[in-house]
């Protein structure tokens, strides 16, 4: 029989200088941290053995995140706040933990259990204002449809399934935030900053775009 | 110091790799307040460079000493590069994002002669001029150092000074000088008389350089040694390896925790130029080797522990290390690696102490496929060492194997090309042999083979390379005798080696050669899609040198030669004696096994082999 393992839940930033990270460089990092704590891991059996781990859905290079989730699987059970700060010694300011909590071993994986994630999109127009903003976002979202190119692949978007919340923008700091919901799927998601750069396009708007993060992932039925 | 992040952070979304320019790693040293400052670079990108021990080691030794920060550059990439100059931002240092024309030292290794290009675009990007010569008392000074400091005329142009040999206590002592030169206000000129009187460093504008008939000597009453003697570390022991080294983000190569088990290697590889530079042989002991490497590891996080140096499996304490180690890392995921392993069945012992049950690959360096040309080159192992050990690593289910090669070693015939061949045909039929036969569709066999370069201060500095029609025609030989089912086949580029060979045994006027590529465009000619060998037989051409005499023509003995006023200790006679020796066959014992052969490094150097064990064997 097995050993019993402990399903330890990260939620973790991606923040400052390390949203230039990559989601594998991300993924590295977080699990020399798991050993850096001098956590107690478990290994996956086979050729080669590695920590067992799993992440949340990728974010891409350049894109920040507030509350990003990965699984390690532990094979001493240690209370959550002393696991949270032997974490956050041993992490690289920029990813470091926010919250860790111990999650059912039949609970979906990281990366089926979140199909929503909530984003901000920074953009620094001040003499042009939210309004604008809004209404130009709000014109590529009644047209249905976004269509780009992905690293020579051209790719679709229904906004209606991909953005089932809405987007709203509002003033900040003397600039203009959009807060939206992607949906994601196993197509790939809707690259928010994409939607706001095209938004900008047909609007004949400069590009100003600041700042990408991701704020929250979270399962579709959690929104009351 | 100006903290250049909000001009350096625009860029990063519009670049490769943007990891390769941000700092924050774990284990990256800032310290902000210090009054002395020491950019270092190692010439080439990020992923290159990050893991380079000896950076690793001058970085901690250089943040440990009081008043004093040492921080990281890496050459940004093209795309960087043009976008950094298209904004008017300079070359910066990775943790406090600072110019590194501001900092007081710029120190750099030179790893490889084809990074040379990339020392000058690192100086051009800082804003420093690329000679010495032209840089005003604003400049940081540029050390250089690194295996390519053995013969750096070359290069020798673009820095202040370059230490020879070994940096542990060196760096501190070039430090002390500078810091001394400072407050004392002393020229430029004044300095780096200061910081030629530290032993082992040379300052290349204190000499006239070698000349056809005369080797380069120290100018008239500049007060420089005659010759520069390398510095070297008489204990290893002295310096714990590095226990909390950068740990970075991105995939680098060597990407793990490294700990240098001994230095020098006497096996007396008569092409080998760090076997004779890195002489003699110092190990660690086994406790300290355990303790660093477990410390090591605790701090890093990393996955992967290496055991470097250049023959880990001759350490004298090996097995119980490696005993040591296995116990402390089970069930924790961590692999330990061993660069190189001895051609015997000790050999294969130490493969299965760290493999833990798994069967990667293992790799061995046979070098040539003759006996006669291994005896040339005192590669000191047998066919039947080889084949003896083939047979029980695939009877023991290793499956893949690497074996290094070398075409157009002194005296190399097509007989001995073809030997190649025969000898992996050889191994092949072992393999197979004592491989159960539904298992033999997975028997791999790569073959690796790089043309000879001929490297200052070994006993080959005398012989001329292979031109480039010559390395095409045992290329030729070679692919008409080497098996071609369960074999995969891979050349060292020859245009590349025989670029090397042109760099390694240059004068000083190759800078003027160097300086054209670059300002044609060249750099990172290490990166096979950048290189352009045309682009250098035209900077050649333009500077009247003829790179093929450079390389192929014989130099005599009696010939000054570019690097003759720099010693490794290892004596000029005793480097003629062993290319005699290799002419005649003979081969020469280890004298960390044996005897001593009278190389010269010790005595003239005031050090000792020193073994952990009772004796090596």
Redesign the interface.
């Known amino acids: 029989m097995a050993d019993a393992t402990f399903r330890l839940r990260v939620t973790y930033g991606k923040t400052?200088?390390?949203r230039?990270?990559?989601h594998?460089?991300?993924a590295?990092?977080c699990?020399?941290?798991?050993?850096?704590a001098?956590l107690e891991?478990a290994?996956?059996q086979g050729?080669?053995?590695?920590?067992k781990l799993a992440f949340g859905p990728a974010l891409p290079?350049?894109t920040a995140g507030t509350a990003e989730v990965y699984d390690v699987w532990l094979k001493r059970f240690v209370a959550p706040d002393a696991v949270l700060g032997l974490l956050r010694a041993?992490?690289?300011?920029?990813l470091s933990p926010v919250r860790a909590h111990y999650a059912g071993e039949r609970e979906a994986s990281v990366a089926a259990a979140f199909t929503l994630a909530d984003y901000e999109v920074v953009i620094g127009h001040p003499d042009r204002g939210p309004g604008r903003l809004a209404e130009a976002i709000g014109d590529v979202v009644s047209s249905g449809v976004l269509e780009m190119e992905h690293k020579g692949a051209r790719k679709v978007y229904d906004l209606a399934i991909c953005l089932p919340e809405g987007v709203r923008v509002r003033e900040e700091d003397g600039r203009s935030v959009a807060s939206l919901t992607v949906r994601m799927g196993a197509q790939g998601s809707l690259r928010p900053d994409a939607l706001v750069r095209e938004a900008l396009r047909r609007a004949g708007m400069s590009d100003e775009l600041m700042s990408v993060t991701r704020t929250g992932l979270r399962p579709e039925e959690a929104r009351a | 110091m100006t903290d250049l992040w909000s001009e350096v952070e625009p860029l990063l979304a519009h670049v490769e790799r943007p990891a390769r320019y941000i700092d924050s790693e774990f284990g990256a040293v800032h310290r902000p307040d210090a009054g002395y400052r020491a950019a270092l670079l190692y010439p080439d990108t990020y992923e290159l460079g990050m893991a380079n021990q000896a950076i690793a080691i001058l970085y901690e030794r250089l943040n440990g000493l009081e008043d004093v920060a040492a921080e990281r550059v890496y050459v940004p990439w093209k795309d960087m590069g043009d976008a950094m100059r298209a904004a008017g931002v300079p070359l910066f240092t990775l943790e406090s994002v600072t110019a590194v024309r501001s900092c007081d030292l710029f120190g750099i290794t030179i790893p490889y002669e084809l990074t040379c290009t990339n020392v000058c675009e690192a100086l051009d990007l800082a804003g420093i001029p690329l000679r010495a010569v032209d840089r005003s008392e604003a400049d940081p000074v540029v050390v250089g150092g690194g295996p390519c400091a053995f013969n750096p005329e070359p290069v020798a142009d673009f820095f202040d000074a370059i230490l020879v040999g070994e940096g542990e206590d060196a760096v501190a002592e070039i430090v002390d000088a500078h810091r001394a030169a400072k407050s004392q206000g002393l020229s430029r000129t004044d300095t780096l008389r200061a910081l030629a009187r530290v032993p082992g460093v040379y300052v290349p504008s204190l000499y006239e350089p070698a000349g056809a008939d005369r080797p380069a000597r120290p100018r008239e009453g500049s007060g420089a040694p005659a010759q520069v003697v390398k510095r070297v570390v008489a204990d290893l022991g002295a310096f714990r390896a590095p226990v909390c080294p950068v740990v970075p983000f991105m995939d680098v190569i060597h990407d793990r925790a490294n700990v240098e088990v001994l230095r020098g290697c006497t096996r007396g590889c008569r092409f080998c130029q760090a076997g004779m530079i890195y002489r003699p042989v110092r190990e660690r002991t086994a406790d300290a080797i355990v303790r660093d490497a477990l410390a090591q590891l605790r701090c890093t996080g990393q996955e992967e522990l290496s055991l470097t140096s250049l023959s880990t499996t001759d350490h004298s304490d090996i097995e119980d290390v490696l005993r040591r180690l296995s116990a402390a890392l089970r069930g924790r995921a961590v692999t330990v690696s061993l660069p190189s392993l001895r051609l015997d069945s000790f050999g294969i012992d130490m493969a299965r102490l760290v493999a833990a049950g798994s069967r990667g690959g293992l790799t061995f360096a046979p070098e040539a496929g003759t006996q006669r040309l291994r005896d040339v080159i005192n590669k000191n192992i047998t066919e039947d060492d080889l084949l003896g050990t083939v047979r029980v690593a695939y009877g023991e289910g290793w499956r893949r194997l690497k074996l290094y090669f070398m075409i157009g070693l002194p005296t190399e015939t097509d007989e001995d090309v073809r030997g190649i061949g025969e000898l992996v045909s050889r191994v092949l039929a072992i393999a197979r042999e004592v491989t159960p036969p539904a298992e033999r569709g997975g028997i791999r066999i790569a073959v690796s083979v790089s043309t000879f370069v001929p490297k200052s201060h070994t006993p080959f500095q005398w012989e001329g390379q292979l031109t480039l029609a010559q390395v095409q025609d045992r290329q030729r030989v070679l692919r008409e005798t080497m098996p071609r089912k369960g074999v995969d086949l891979h050349w060292h580029d020859s245009e590349v080696s025989f670029l090397e060979g042109t760099l390694a045994r240059g004068g000083r006027d190759l800078s003027r050669v160097i300086e054209r590529v670059w300002r044609s465009g060249g750099g990172f000619d290490a990166w096979t899609e950048v290189f352009s060998l045309a682009r250098w037989m035209e900077a050649f051409d333009a500077e009247g040198i003829d790179p093929v005499a450079l390389a192929s023509v014989p130099r005599g003995l009696d010939m000054p030669l570019p690097w003759d006023h720099i010693s490794s200790g290892v004596t000029k006679v005793y480097l003629a004696l062993e290319r005699r020796r290799a002419l005649e066959t003979t081969v020469t014992p280890d004298c960390s096994f044996g005897g001593c052969t009278a190389c010269g490094v010790c005595p003239a150097l005031g050090v000792d082999i020193v073994l952990a064990g009772e004796s090596r064997g």
């Not at chain 1, 050729?47 to 920590?51: A, E, H, I, K, V």
């Open positions: 400052g200088r390390l230039f990270l990559s594998l460089e991300v590295r990092a699990e020399r941290t798991v050993r850096r001098g891991y290994v996956t050729f080669n053995q590695r920590m290079v350049g041993a992490t690289p300011e920029g």
